[in-house]
């Protein structure tokens, strides 16, 4: 199968190519390397399965002629991460939802019909409580709920792809991911286990933003791909938003410590007003579990990795990352000319 992944360079674009690799696809990646990595795709440079091309989804050229060779493609070109989407509102608009516009326009004018994986995201839930957390549930959207622009250009995004579904017949997947962990996600934009993992290995405090109490339920990515894989497989899945995430649910506290036990760390943990934290003062979410009898229903439970192993995963990775740092020759010194 030939699979087009936009922001095929960022955290789980870069696991959704090592997974179709894997499996003998061919993947093209197209990304403009915002937050995205090089570094994330380099183990797969040397693949003869594997085109790369640096571009903005909004304006790239070569966008229809990708589209047009596609059999599958996911649309993971977004901008994400709590720091990022709160400093950038207006990146938020363009990329993800004109972005996405553009890629299903394409679609529909590329004379095939590829399958096309949307992603969403729990925060169109807002605050919403669990019982809430159905993909049937009512999104009441308040001027003052958690990043507002975030969630509407994920809900539009949702719109979107139902429309062109509907429209032009496209088998389009809605994945409302919940929050998702796993190698290379960088900590750079406020996710908090690889900031948690990273704090906890240098024996920094783990920076617990409010007291702790809010929970969340982490999926690892490599569960995510699978399922991702497995929805767009599903043609009863087709023109539906389905949750995906992981039940496991816990609060920012206990992971703390879970990290602090894994990585072997006497950090100490330090409280941080949210307004500090982020900047402004918003309504913080206080709890995220969802509901996944709709995922169940369409494929089944593909979960194979529990918090605990993903958490002792990654500190063992990045211990190791460290080690290998330090151990590295220093870099020659520049030649004087
Ligand atoms: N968080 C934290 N310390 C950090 C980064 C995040 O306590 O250094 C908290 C954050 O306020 C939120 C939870 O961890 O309550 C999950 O944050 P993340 O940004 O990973 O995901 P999201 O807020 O989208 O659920």
């Known amino acids: 199968m030939h699979i087009l992944v936009t922001g095929g360079a960022g955290f789980i674009g870069s696991h959704i190519v090592e997974h179709h690799l894997k499996r003998g696809d061919t993947v093209h ?15 797969f440079e040397e693949n003869s399965n594997f085109a790369f091309d640096h571009g903005d989804i909004t304006t790239w050229s070569g966008l229809a002629g990708a589209v047009k060779e596609a059999q599958r493609i996911y649309n993971m070109a977004a901008v994400v991460g709590m720091f990022r989407v709160l400093e950038q509102p207006v990146e938020v608009t363009r990329v993800n939802t004109v972005g996405c516009e553009r890629l299903l326009q394409a679609v529909a004018e590329a004379g095939h019909r590829p399958q096309v994986v949307l992603p969403s995201s729990s925060s169109v839930y807002g605050p919403a409580k669990y019982d809430d957390l159905h993909e049937n549930a009512n999104i009441v959207v308040s001027p003052d709920a958690p990043l507002l622009n975030y969630a509407l250009s994920k809900l539009s995004n949702e719109v979107q792809g139902r429309a062109y579904a509907q429209t032009y017949d496209i088998p389009v997947v809605i994945a409302r991911l919940f929050n998702t962990i796993g190698l290379r996600q960088s900590g750079q934009y406020g996710f908090v286990v690889p900031r948690f993992v990273q704090q906890a290995l240098s024996g920094q405090s783990l920076t617990v933003f409010g007291d702790g109490l809010q929970t969340r339920s982490f999926c ?73 009898d709709r995922l169940f229903d369409l494929t089944g439970d593909q979960h194979r990795w529990p918090l605990a192993t993903t958490i002792v995963d990654l500190c063992a990775h990045y211990r190791l990352h460290a080690e290998s740092q330090q151990q590295a020759p220093p870099s020659p010194a520049p030649a004087t000319v």
């Open 220 to 292: 690892d990515v490599r569960d995510t791909v699978a399922i991702l894989d497995a929805l767009a497989s599903t043609p009863a899945a087709y023109g539906q938003v389905v949750n995906v995430g992981n039940t496991q649910e816990i609060s920012i506290l206990e992971l703390a410590e879970s990290i602090r036990k894994a990585a072997g760390s006497a950090s100490p943990l330090t409280f941080t007003p949210y307004e500090e934290a982020y900047g402004q003062d918003f309504a913080q979410i206080p709890q995220r579990r969802p509901i996944l």
């Open 29 to 43: 990646v197209i990304d403009d390397l915002s937050t995205g990595n090089l570094a994330n795709l380099a183990a």
